[in-house]
């Protein structure tokens, strides 16, 4: 028979180092005890820009990297403060966020949805970001936004048009300040009507993607709501290069307006190769043919070169606007890199900024409290005049821009004209819009992570 | 029938850029058995080259006009090029609009040596290694160039006009007696296909009219035997590959102003070229020309909404199913010798 050698004095002891090794792991992770992931340590906060920098928009992410950049320069206190100086709020004050240095890495997306994912994770698991900032592509958006949902980090999306985002796929980590494809319909239907007339035949050429997908419905939507008949909507391969074989069928169509649900370096190649294809100099049923082009950048503007004269399209935002935001912050972004920001700048520095603002007014950085204070969230000052996050599905509502190819450019980035600022009123929809994946459509729980 | 005439001269137009890129492809298989994965960079090396002659003649130097401001609110900084100063702002003009068809000055010693260079450097050390390790390097070298390209270009496509003359379209339905307008195609697009029917047009005199050529050719069909007469064949066959270069080249610089240069594009006709040999058969000439311009008419015809009705999807695949079927039925391809992939 055995004698146990167990005593209380001698489990207790036993029990409460073992219990203290076991939770020291934990309590040495930021987020052990802070209740959310990567809680910041010390005095400083580091956040993720994940951008292309390489691949076909790799010159958008470049120009969203160099205005994150920028917007953490104001958010240390560097430079002249940019948008600081016009933002309705006034909790920023250049000692970063709740006094904490901010500090940033960057990954590449490569604008390839599981590449982006890779780098999202990377810059959350290896280098302990709290927000991941900007991108280019609605696929990449789409699936960023997924990861940083479940790894419980806030995600602000780049550039991103299509519905999805903050429709079916809309999540609650994440927020959106880039405008959509139904507010693109919403702005350009009108003025189409007015310069057009509503007794057009239009043809789509669309991208054979999530993104192209969601902007022909929208514009469609909006051009038949103006009287429109669409005579056909073909898709398109992403990068086709040579678009001749789909524009051919186009001239006898009898159709008199072609719109071309294409972005990027497709857009550039299938607006070029439609206006040599004689599309603009031809007549069909007694109207001048017509090219529209539904959703800008400038970049992509600068791409078309003489070919977009004349063409209609939207922005989100735009250089050329007069309010003291813009100014402040193409005066800053333009003396430091010589010239004027892209929207898709804007949208990134924007953001940057508002996360900030937010974990400023929250009080912390959990994701969750930072979720709450986005959301129905109104301010002032950033371009675009009085903006709203709404808090039901995280999409950012504001004006929006109509746009035009300027006809007689004085300069190389005098490429496009504002034709109308869209009031924000014409624009908005419900949540539980269709287009947006209806009364299904849920942000979900916000994560914290941990 | 007004429909149909355009998808022809569509697939003519996309052909004959297949068919000149195929034809390099095929003559350096052909002459030194290399399969090269970089030959699509080559065909954007000649695009860049338009890009840089556009860019060269648009050299300018900067005028302050103080009566115009720019986003920032400064004085206007107004580049003046320096061909409008030197040649007046008529001819200088002139010159700039015609920067397109003026690169072959630039894209013939650049692909000459480009070629020479890569099969020099490179391509000489991997004769008697395996296929795939042929694959693998030049595939790496194109990689390299484009980024490369991209460092000095960047990513975005340039918009590389072509001159003004050529703009719009030529109404080819009145000439065959149609309705005006229903047959219009674009001028540049004409001029490319007739430049790629004289390109290879004098490929084909060089190597069948010449005693260079002539020696080519009895070396592409036994290099042993020709080398044994006291013949420097490999000498003969290095010229070939800068040739080679020189016609990838030339169907980069006179695409540009169809598809704006960016530093992928050799890539994404590189997979449909290497299809188009496979097809004309490896190491033939006349093949891999039929096989592109074969190819490049089908792809249109897929491309039509009456046909996608049928077969969703047949645009993106009609090239690789007329691959397998050649290459089920017919291994050698169209127009190959006997024996080659046939074992």
Same mark, same amino acid.
Request: glycine fraction near 12%; hydrophobic fraction near 45%.
């Given at each position: 028979?055995?004698?146990?050698? %167990?005593?209380?004095?001698?489990?207790?002891?036993?029990?409460?180092?073992?219990?203290?090794?076991?939770?020291?792991?934990?309590?040495?992770?930021?987020?052990?005890?802070? #209740?959310?992931?990567?809680?910041?340590?010390?005095?400083?906060?580091?956040?993720?820009?994940?951008?292309?920098?390489? *691949?076909?928009?790799?010159?958008?992410?470049?120009?969203?990297?160099?205005?994150?950049?920028?917007?953490? !320069?104001?958010?240390?206190?560097?430079?002249?403060?940019?948008?600081?100086?016009?933002?309705?709020?006034? +909790?920023?004050? *250049?000692?970063?966020?709740?006094?904490?240095?901010?500090?940033?890495?960057?990954?590449?997306?490569?604008?390839?949805?599981?590449?982006?994912?890779?780098?999202?994770?990377?810059?959350?698991?290896?280098?302990?970001?709290?927000?991941?900032?900007?991108?280019?592509?609605? =696929?990449?958006?789409?699936?960023?936004?997924?990861?940083?949902?479940?790894?419980?980090?806030?995600?602000?999306?780049?550039?991103?048009?299509?519905?999805?985002?903050?429709?079916?796929?809309?999540?609650?980590?994440?927020?959106?300040?880039?405008?959509?494809?139904?507010?693109?319909?919403?702005?350009?239907?009108?003025? /189409?009507?007015?310069?057009? =007339?509503?007794?057009?035949?239009?043809?789509?050429?669309?991208?054979?993607? +999530?993104?192209?997908?969601?902007?022909? !419905?929208?514009?469609?939507?909006?051009?038949?709501?103006?009287?429109?008949?669409?005579?056909?909507?073909?898709?398109?391969?992403?990068? $086709?290069?040579?678009?001749?074989?789909?524009?051919?069928?186009?001239?006898?169509?009898?159709?008199?307006?072609?719109?071309?649900?294409?972005?990027?370096?497709?857009?550039?190649?299938?607006?070029?190769?439609?206006?040599? %294809?004689?599309?603009?100099?031809?007549?069909?049923?007694?109207?001048?043919?017509?090219?529209?082009?539904?959703?800008?950048?400038?970049?992509?503007?600068?791409?078309?070169?003489?070919?977009?004269?004349?063409?209609?399209?939207?922005?989100?935002? +735009?250089?050329?606007?007069?309010?003291?935001?813009?100014?402040?912050?193409?005066?800053?972004? #333009?003396?430091?890199?010589?010239?004027?920001?892209?929207?898709?700048?804007?949208?990134?520095?924007?953001?940057?900024?508002?996360?900030?603002?937010?974990?400023?007014?929250?009080?912390?950085?959990?994701?969750? *409290?930072?979720?709450?204070?986005?959301?129905?969230?109104? %301010?002032?000052?950033?371009?675009?005049?009085?903006?709203?996050?709404?808090?039901?599905?995280?999409?950012?509502?504001?004006?929006? /821009?109509?746009?035009?190819?300027?006809?007689?450019?004085?300069?190389?980035?005098?490429?496009?004209?504002?034709?109308?600022?869209?009031?924000?009123?014409?624009?908005?929809?419900?949540?539980?819009?269709?287009?947006?994946?209806?009364?299904?459509?849920?942000?979900?729980?916000?994560?914290? #992570?941990? | 029938?007004?429909?149909?005439?355009?998808?022809?001269?569509?697939?003519?137009?996309?052909?004959?850029?297949?068919?000149?890129? $195929?034809?390099?492809?095929?003559?350096?298989?052909?002459?030194?058995?290399?399969?090269?994965?970089?030959?699509?960079?080559?065909?954007?090396?000649?695009?860049?080259?338009?890009?840089?002659?556009?860019?060269?003649?648009?050299?300018?130097?900067?005028?302050?006009?103080?009566?115009?401001?720019?986003?920032?609110?400064?004085?206007?900084?107004?580049?003046?090029?320096?061909?409008?100063?030197?040649?007046?702002?008529?001819?200088?003009?002139?010159?700039?609009?015609?920067?397109?068809?003026?690169?072959?000055?630039?894209?013939?010693?650049?692909?000459?040596?480009?070629?020479?260079?890569? !099969?020099?450097?490179?391509?000489?050390?991997?004769?008697?290694?395996?296929?795939?390790?042929?694959?693998?390097?030049?595939?790496?070298?194109?990689?390299?160039?484009?980024?490369?390209?991209?460092?000095?270009?960047?990513?975005?496509?340039?918009?590389?006009?072509?001159?003004?003359?050529?703009? =719009?379209?030529?109404? /080819?339905?009145?000439?065959?007696?149609?309705?005006?307008?229903?047959?219009?195609?674009? &001028?540049?697009?004409?001029?490319?296909?007739?430049?790629?029917?004289?390109?290879?047009?004098?490929?084909? $005199?060089?190597?069948?009219?010449?005693?260079?050529?002539?020696?080519?050719?009895?070396? &592409?069909?036994?290099?042993?035997?020709?080398?044994?007469?006291?013949?420097?064949?490999?000498?003969?066959?290095?010229?070939?590959?800068?040739?080679?270069?020189?016609? $990838?080249?030339?169907?980069?610089?006179?695409?540009?102003?169809?598809?704006?240069?960016?530093? +992928?594009?050799?890539?994404?006709?590189?997979? /449909?070229?290497?299809?188009?040999?496979?097809?004309?058969?490896?190491?033939?000439?006349?093949?891999?020309?039929?096989?592109?311009?074969?190819?490049?008419?089908?792809?249109?015809?897929?491309?039509?909404?009456?046909?996608?009705?049928?077969?969703?999807?047949?645009?993106?695949?009609?090239?690789?199913?007329?691959?397998?079927?050649?290459?089920?039925?017919?291994?050698?391809?169209?127009?190959?010798?006997?024996?080659?992939?046939?074992?």
């Amino acid at each position: 028979m055995s004698k146990s050698n %167990f005593s209380r004095r001698g489990v207790l002891k036993t029990g409460a180092i073992a219990g203290a090794g076991l939770a020291l792991p934990t309590y040495l992770r930021a987020d052990g005890h802070s #209740g959310f992931t990567n809680a910041p340590q010390g005095d400083t906060v580091k956040i993720g820009f994940n951008v292309p920098q390489t *691949g076909p928009y790799a010159e958008e992410g470049l120009d969203e990297l160099r205005a994150q950049e920028l917007a953490v !320069e104001h958010l240390n206190g560097m430079g002249d403060g940019g948008m600081l100086n016009t933002f309705s709020e006034k +909790n920023l004050d *250049g000692t970063g966020i709740l006094g904490k240095k901010v500090e940033f890495v960057t990954g590449d997306t490569q604008t390839k949805s599981d590449v982006a994912r890779a780098s999202a994770q990377s810059m959350i698991q290896k280098d302990g970001c709290i927000m991941i900032n900007g991108g280019s592509s609605s =696929g990449v958006a789409v699936a960023v936004q997924g990861l940083c949902q479940e790894a419980g980090v806030i995600f602000m999306a780049g550039l991103t048009h299509s519905n999805d985002t903050t429709g079916k796929d809309r999540k609650a980590n994440g927020f959106r300040h880039f405008f959509n494809g139904y507010m693109s319909g919403a702005a350009l239907g009108p003025v /189409l009507e007015n310069e057009y =007339g509503n007794e057009r035949r239009a043809y789509h050429l669309t991208a054979d993607y +999530n993104w192209g997908w969601t902007q022909q !419905e929208s514009i469609q939507a909006a051009t038949e709501a103006i009287g429109w008949q669409t005579a056909e909507t073909v898709l398109t391969p992403v990068g $086709a290069g040579d678009f001749s074989s789909y524009i051919a069928p186009v001239l006898n169509s009898g159709a008199d307006t072609l719109i071309l649900n294409h972005y990027g370096g497709d857009m550039v190649n299938s607006l070029t190769q439609a206006v040599q %294809f004689g599309l603009r100099d031809k007549q069909v049923n007694g109207k001048d043919f017509t090219i529209i082009v539904p959703l800008y950048s400038e970049l992509m503007a600068a791409g078309a070169g003489s070919n977009i004269q004349g063409v209609f399209g939207s922005m989100n935002w +735009n250089w050329q606007l007069q309010d003291e935001g813009t100014k402040a912050f193409v005066k800053s972004f #333009g003396e430091k890199y010589g010239f004027p920001p892209s929207n898709a700048a804007h949208t990134c520095y924007v953001q940057t900024l508002l996360y900030a603002d937010a974990v400023t007014r929250a009080g912390t950085f959990n994701p969750c *409290g930072v979720v709450e204070a986005l959301e129905d969230f109104d %301010f002032d000052g950033m371009g675009n005049g009085p903006t709203t996050y709404r808090g039901a599905d995280h999409q950012c509502f504001k004006d929006v /821009l109509v746009m035009k190819g300027k006809e007689n450019p004085t300069n190389q980035y005098d490429t496009l004209e504002i034709v109308e600022v869209t009031p924000r009123a014409q624009v908005e929809y419900a949540a539980d819009h269709p287009m947006f994946g209806g009364a299904e459509a849920s942000l979900g729980d916000c994560n914290p #992570g941990a | 029938m007004d429909v149909i005439l355009v998808q022809i001269l569509n697939g003519l137009d996309k052909g004959a850029a297949y068919a000149l890129i $195929a034809l390099g492809l095929t003559l350096i298989f052909g002459t030194l058995g290399v399969v090269n994965f970089a030959h699509g960079a080559l065909f954007m090396i000649g695009a860049f080259c338009a890009v840089t002659m556009q860019r060269f003649l648009n050299l300018s130097q900067t005028v302050i006009d103080e009566t115009q401001t720019d986003f920032l609110g400064n004085p206007l900084k107004v580049e003046v090029p320096y061909v409008q100063s030197w040649f007046g702002e008529a001819a200088g003009a002139a010159i700039q609009d015609w920067s397109v068809p003026l690169s072959i000055l630039l894209v013939i010693p650049v692909m000459l040596f480009v070629g020479w260079a890569m !099969e020099r450097g490179l391509i000489k050390h991997f004769y008697k290694r395996p296929h795939a390790d042929q694959i693998l390097v030049t595939f790496g070298l194109a990689i390299v160039i484009g980024e490369i390209i991209k460092a000095f270009y960047g990513a975005n496509p340039i918009q590389t006009p072509m001159p003004s003359a050529f703009i =719009g379209t030529i109404d /080819l339905g009145t000439w065959l007696g149609m309705d005006p307008g229903a047959v219009a195609y674009p &001028m540049w697009r004409m001029v490319y296909f007739f430049f790629a029917a004289a390109v290879i047009a004098a490929v084909f $005199a060089f190597l069948q009219f010449t005693t260079f050529g002539m020696v080519v050719r009895a070396g &592409m069909a036994d290099r042993e035997t020709v080398g044994m007469l006291g013949i420097d064949i490999d000498k003969r066959f290095t010229l070939m590959f800068g040739l080679a270069a020189c016609v $990838a080249g030339l169907a980069g610089m006179m695409y540009a102003p169809i598809l704006s240069p960016h530093y +992928n594009i050799g890539m994404d006709f590189l997979v /449909l070229s290497f299809v188009v040999v496979v097809v004309g058969g490896m190491g033939s000439l006349p093949g891999a020309v039929l096989a592109g311009f074969v190819l490049g008419i089908l792809q249109s015809f897929a491309s039509m909404n009456e046909v996608k009705a049928i077969l969703p999807g047949i645009d993106q695949i009609i090239i690789y199913l007329v691959a397998i079927i050649i290459l089920l039925t017919r291994p050698r391809g169209l127009m190959g010798r006997k024996g080659v992939m046939e074992e």
